[in-house]
Protein backbone atom coordinates (compact mmCIF):
# COMPACT_ATOMS: atom_id res chain seq x y z
CA UNK A 1 0.00 0.00 0.00
CA UNK A 2 1.30 3.19 -0.85
CA UNK A 3 1.67 5.99 1.68
CA UNK A 4 -0.82 9.43 0.90
CA UNK A 5 1.07 12.40 -0.50
CA UNK A 6 0.10 14.51 2.51
CA UNK A 7 1.64 11.68 4.70
CA UNK A 8 4.91 11.92 2.74
CA UNK A 9 5.22 15.77 2.83
CA UNK A 10 4.54 15.37 6.71
CA UNK A 11 7.42 12.70 6.86
CA UNK A 12 9.53 14.96 5.09
CA UNK A 13 8.91 18.48 7.23
CA UNK A 14 9.38 16.96 10.29
CA UNK A 15 12.62 15.69 9.42
CA UNK A 16 13.38 19.22 8.02
CA UNK A 17 12.26 20.43 11.34
CA UNK A 18 13.68 18.11 13.50
CA UNK A 19 17.55 18.34 11.39
CA UNK A 20 17.52 22.26 11.53
CA UNK A 21 17.83 24.42 8.67
CA UNK A 22 21.30 23.45 6.64
CA UNK A 23 24.31 26.26 6.71
CA UNK A 24 24.90 27.54 3.76
CA UNK A 25 27.82 26.59 1.66
CA UNK A 26 31.01 28.74 1.61
CA UNK A 27 31.84 30.36 -1.76
CA UNK A 28 34.82 28.44 -3.79
CA UNK A 29 37.33 30.05 -3.43
CA UNK A 30 39.23 31.81 -7.15
CA UNK A 31 42.94 32.39 -7.36
CA UNK A 32 44.14 35.92 -7.68
CA UNK A 33 47.39 35.46 -9.36
CA UNK A 34 49.95 38.28 -9.85
CA UNK A 35 51.88 37.14 -13.48
CA UNK A 36 54.89 39.12 -12.89
CA UNK A 37 56.43 36.78 -15.25
CA UNK A 38 57.55 36.56 -18.86
CA UNK A 39 56.11 33.93 -20.32
CA UNK A 40 58.91 32.37 -22.48
CA UNK A 41 61.60 30.00 -20.47
CA UNK A 42 59.56 28.98 -17.83
CA UNK A 43 56.67 27.01 -17.35
CA UNK A 44 54.03 29.33 -15.37
CA UNK A 45 51.61 30.55 -17.51
CA UNK A 46 51.37 27.45 -18.91
CA UNK A 47 50.20 25.72 -15.52
CA UNK A 48 47.81 28.53 -15.02
CA UNK A 49 46.26 27.69 -18.40
CA UNK A 50 46.03 23.87 -16.65
CA UNK A 51 44.65 25.10 -13.32
CA UNK A 52 41.65 27.57 -15.20
CA UNK A 53 40.11 23.71 -16.41
CA UNK A 54 40.28 23.70 -12.38
CA UNK A 55 39.61 26.76 -10.48
CA UNK A 56 38.85 30.30 -11.53
CA UNK A 57 41.94 32.13 -12.37
CA UNK A 58 42.12 35.65 -13.07
CA UNK A 59 45.75 36.54 -13.72
CA UNK A 60 47.32 40.37 -13.73
CA UNK A 61 49.36 41.41 -16.77
CA UNK A 62 52.34 43.51 -15.78
CA UNK A 63 55.15 43.61 -19.26
CA UNK A 64 56.49 46.43 -17.65
CA UNK A 65 54.99 48.03 -14.26
CA UNK A 66 52.06 48.70 -16.60
CA UNK A 67 51.35 47.49 -20.41
CA UNK A 68 54.56 48.81 -21.90
CA UNK A 69 55.24 50.59 -25.18
CA UNK A 70 53.69 48.07 -27.47
CA UNK A 71 52.16 44.46 -27.87
CA UNK A 72 54.53 41.49 -26.93
CA UNK A 73 53.92 38.80 -29.36
CA UNK A 74 54.21 36.30 -26.61
CA UNK A 75 52.22 38.17 -23.97
CA UNK A 76 49.80 38.19 -26.72
CA UNK A 77 49.83 34.27 -26.76
CA UNK A 78 49.80 33.78 -23.51
CA UNK A 79 46.67 36.27 -22.62
CA UNK A 80 45.16 34.44 -25.34
CA UNK A 81 45.85 30.80 -24.05
CA UNK A 82 44.92 31.27 -20.75
CA UNK A 83 41.74 32.99 -21.93
CA UNK A 84 41.02 29.96 -24.30
CA UNK A 85 41.57 27.63 -20.97
CA UNK A 86 39.07 29.44 -19.18
CA UNK A 87 41.30 32.31 -17.32
CA UNK A 88 40.77 35.96 -17.15
CA UNK A 89 43.17 38.62 -17.49
CA UNK A 90 43.49 41.97 -15.81
CA UNK A 91 45.93 44.52 -17.13
CA UNK A 92 48.11 45.93 -14.35
CA UNK A 93 48.24 49.88 -14.18
CA UNK A 94 49.42 51.82 -10.90
CA UNK A 95 47.93 54.97 -9.30
CA UNK A 96 50.55 56.23 -6.83
CA UNK A 97 47.88 56.19 -4.55
CA UNK A 98 45.84 58.35 -5.95
CA UNK A 99 48.59 60.80 -6.96
CA UNK A 100 49.15 59.80 -10.40
CA UNK A 101 47.55 61.81 -13.11
CA UNK A 102 44.13 60.76 -14.51
CA UNK A 103 45.41 60.92 -18.02
CA UNK A 104 48.55 58.71 -17.47
CA UNK A 105 46.18 56.25 -15.51
CA UNK A 106 43.82 55.93 -18.42
CA UNK A 107 46.79 56.43 -21.21
CA UNK A 108 47.60 52.68 -19.88
CA UNK A 109 44.50 51.53 -19.75
CA UNK A 110 43.78 52.64 -23.35
CA UNK A 111 46.90 50.57 -24.08
CA UNK A 112 46.30 47.63 -22.61
CA UNK A 113 42.46 47.35 -24.46
CA UNK A 114 44.67 48.22 -28.01
CA UNK A 115 47.48 45.58 -27.11
CA UNK A 116 45.82 42.81 -25.38
CA UNK A 117 42.37 40.81 -25.31
CA UNK A 118 42.36 41.83 -21.60
CA UNK A 119 39.21 40.99 -19.44
CA UNK A 120 39.57 44.20 -16.86
CA UNK A 121 41.85 46.19 -14.95
CA UNK A 122 44.00 45.97 -11.82
CA UNK A 123 44.55 49.27 -10.23
CA UNK A 124 47.73 48.94 -7.67
CA UNK A 125 48.95 51.11 -5.20
CA UNK A 126 45.60 52.01 -4.18
CA UNK A 127 44.96 54.74 -1.30
CA UNK A 128 42.72 53.82 1.18
CA UNK A 129 41.79 57.30 2.22
CA UNK A 130 38.16 58.94 2.05
CA UNK A 131 39.97 61.78 -0.13
CA UNK A 132 40.84 59.98 -3.01
CA UNK A 133 37.40 58.14 -3.16
CA UNK A 134 35.99 60.86 -6.16
CA UNK A 135 39.59 59.58 -8.13
CA UNK A 136 38.81 56.44 -8.45
CA UNK A 137 35.14 56.25 -9.34
CA UNK A 138 36.70 58.38 -12.01
CA UNK A 139 38.84 55.65 -12.84
CA UNK A 140 35.98 53.07 -12.49
CA UNK A 141 33.61 54.54 -14.56
CA UNK A 142 36.28 55.55 -17.42
CA UNK A 143 37.30 51.27 -17.48
CA UNK A 144 33.85 50.62 -17.38
CA UNK A 145 32.92 53.26 -20.41
CA UNK A 146 35.21 51.08 -22.47
CA UNK A 147 33.66 48.03 -21.90
CA UNK A 148 30.78 47.50 -19.04
CA UNK A 149 31.77 43.86 -18.80
CA UNK A 150 35.33 44.80 -17.76
CA UNK A 151 36.61 43.74 -13.83
CA UNK A 152 37.78 45.94 -11.99
CA UNK A 153 40.07 45.23 -9.07
CA UNK A 154 41.81 47.48 -6.94
CA UNK A 155 44.76 47.09 -4.55
CA UNK A 156 44.94 49.06 -1.10
CA UNK A 157 46.37 46.26 0.29
CA UNK A 158 44.99 46.88 3.68
CA UNK A 159 41.68 47.73 5.17
CA UNK A 160 39.89 50.40 3.92
CA UNK A 161 36.45 52.30 4.16
CA UNK A 162 33.10 51.23 2.48
CA UNK A 163 33.16 54.05 -0.14
CA UNK A 164 35.47 52.02 -2.52
CA UNK A 165 33.32 49.65 -3.06
CA UNK A 166 30.18 52.05 -2.83
CA UNK A 167 31.20 54.90 -4.85
CA UNK A 168 32.33 52.77 -6.81
CA UNK A 169 35.47 52.56 -7.10
CA UNK A 170 36.20 48.67 -7.60
CA UNK A 171 34.51 45.33 -8.18
CA UNK A 172 36.72 43.54 -5.72
CA UNK A 173 39.45 45.12 -3.14
CA UNK A 174 42.40 43.57 -2.19
CA UNK A 175 41.83 43.87 1.60
CA UNK A 176 45.14 42.18 2.24
CA UNK A 177 48.74 41.65 0.20
CA UNK A 178 51.72 41.77 2.98
CA UNK A 179 53.64 38.32 4.45
CA UNK A 180 52.20 34.62 5.82
CA UNK A 181 53.10 35.70 9.42
CA UNK A 182 51.44 39.14 9.27
CA UNK A 183 48.29 37.32 7.86
CA UNK A 184 48.07 35.09 10.91
CA UNK A 185 46.85 38.25 12.65
CA UNK A 186 45.13 40.15 10.48
CA UNK A 187 41.48 41.17 11.14
CA UNK A 188 39.37 42.15 8.60
CA UNK A 189 37.05 45.53 8.71
CA UNK A 190 33.93 44.63 9.92
CA UNK A 191 32.31 46.12 7.52
CA UNK A 192 32.81 43.89 4.86
CA UNK A 193 31.12 41.09 6.54
CA UNK A 194 27.77 42.68 5.11
CA UNK A 195 29.02 41.64 1.51
CA UNK A 196 29.60 38.60 -0.28
CA UNK A 197 33.13 37.16 -0.96
CA UNK A 198 33.74 38.09 -4.22
CA UNK A 199 34.09 41.55 -3.61
CA UNK A 200 37.23 40.58 -1.34
CA UNK A 201 40.60 39.59 -2.70
CA UNK A 202 43.70 38.35 -0.36
CA UNK A 203 47.19 37.95 -1.42
CA UNK A 204 50.10 36.10 0.87
CA UNK A 205 53.98 35.57 0.18
CA UNK A 206 56.38 34.37 2.17
CA UNK A 207 54.70 31.40 3.06
CA UNK A 208 57.46 28.51 3.25
CA UNK A 209 55.32 25.82 3.57
CA UNK A 210 52.47 23.59 1.29
CA UNK A 211 50.55 23.29 5.22
CA UNK A 212 50.58 27.02 6.40
CA UNK A 213 49.26 27.53 2.40
CA UNK A 214 46.36 25.26 3.26
CA UNK A 215 46.27 27.12 6.48
CA UNK A 216 45.82 30.73 4.86
CA UNK A 217 43.40 29.20 2.27
CA UNK A 218 41.12 28.41 5.32
CA UNK A 219 41.82 32.01 6.89
CA UNK A 220 40.80 33.62 3.56
CA UNK A 221 37.44 31.57 3.54
CA UNK A 222 37.22 33.02 7.01
CA UNK A 223 38.24 36.65 6.63
CA UNK A 224 35.32 36.44 3.38
CA UNK A 225 37.48 36.78 0.55
CA UNK A 226 36.54 35.25 -2.62
CA UNK A 227 40.09 35.37 -4.41
CA UNK A 228 43.28 34.43 -2.82
CA UNK A 229 46.71 33.52 -3.79
CA UNK A 230 49.44 32.38 -1.09
CA UNK A 231 53.39 32.48 -2.22
CA UNK A 232 56.70 31.15 -1.16
CA UNK A 233 58.12 33.59 -2.80
CA UNK A 234 59.85 37.07 -1.13
CA UNK A 235 60.25 40.24 -1.77
CA UNK A 236 62.07 42.43 -3.61
CA UNK A 237 59.69 40.63 -6.14
CA UNK A 238 57.35 37.73 -4.99
CA UNK A 239 55.72 37.57 -7.86
CA UNK A 240 58.19 36.98 -10.54
CA UNK A 241 57.56 33.41 -10.34
CA UNK A 242 54.86 30.88 -9.59
CA UNK A 243 54.87 29.30 -6.05
CA UNK A 244 56.45 25.57 -5.70
CA UNK A 245 53.21 23.97 -4.12
CA UNK A 246 50.67 25.40 -6.64
CA UNK A 247 49.45 22.00 -8.09
CA UNK A 248 48.89 21.74 -3.83
CA UNK A 249 47.17 25.44 -3.72
CA UNK A 250 44.80 25.13 -6.93
CA UNK A 251 43.74 21.32 -5.55
CA UNK A 252 42.84 23.00 -2.56
CA UNK A 253 41.32 25.79 -4.03
CA UNK A 254 39.05 23.56 -5.96
CA UNK A 255 38.35 21.69 -2.43
CA UNK A 256 36.97 24.34 -0.84
CA UNK A 257 33.32 24.95 -1.50
CA UNK A 258 30.86 21.57 -1.36
CA UNK A 259 27.82 22.11 -2.24
CA UNK A 260 25.19 21.49 0.51
CA UNK A 261 22.04 19.65 -0.72
CA UNK A 262 18.83 22.15 -0.51
CA UNK A 263 15.45 21.89 1.53
CA UNK A 264 13.88 20.22 -1.91
CA UNK A 265 16.29 17.57 -1.84
CA UNK A 266 15.48 16.99 1.78
CA UNK A 267 11.99 16.49 1.09
CA UNK A 268 12.49 14.60 -1.64
CA UNK A 269 15.00 12.16 0.27
CA UNK A 270 12.20 11.92 2.61
CA UNK A 271 9.46 10.94 0.41
CA UNK A 272 11.85 8.22 -1.10
CA UNK A 273 12.54 6.95 1.89
CA UNK A 274 8.41 6.00 2.48
CA UNK A 275 7.87 4.77 -0.82
CA UNK A 276 10.90 2.75 -1.17
CA UNK A 277 11.07 -1.32 1.06
CA UNK A 278 13.40 -1.32 3.82
CA UNK A 279 16.35 -4.08 4.10
CA UNK A 280 17.61 -4.77 7.32
CA UNK A 281 21.55 -4.44 7.46
CA UNK A 282 23.54 -7.48 6.92
CA UNK A 283 25.93 -7.77 9.96
CA UNK A 284 29.00 -9.90 10.58
CA UNK A 285 28.26 -13.12 12.62
Not at 90 to 102: A, E, F, H, I, P
Not at 138 to 157: M, R
Not at 164 to 178: G, I, Q, R, S
Request: glycine share 6%; net charge negative.
Amino acid sequence: MRPRLSAILAFSLLGLLVLGPRPAAAEQLQALVPAYFYPVGNPYWSELDAAASQIGVTAILNPNSGPGNSADPNYVTAVNNLEAAGGKVLGYVYTSYGSRSLTAVEADVNAYVNFYHINGIFFDEQSNSPAEVSYYNQLYNYVKSLNPAYEVIANPGTNTVPAYLTAPTADTLVTFEDTASAYGTYTPASWTSTYSANHFANIVYGEPTTAGMLNDLQLAQANNAGYVYVTDDTLPNPYDSLTSYWDQEVTAIADTATPEPSSLALLAAGALALCVPRFKALRPR
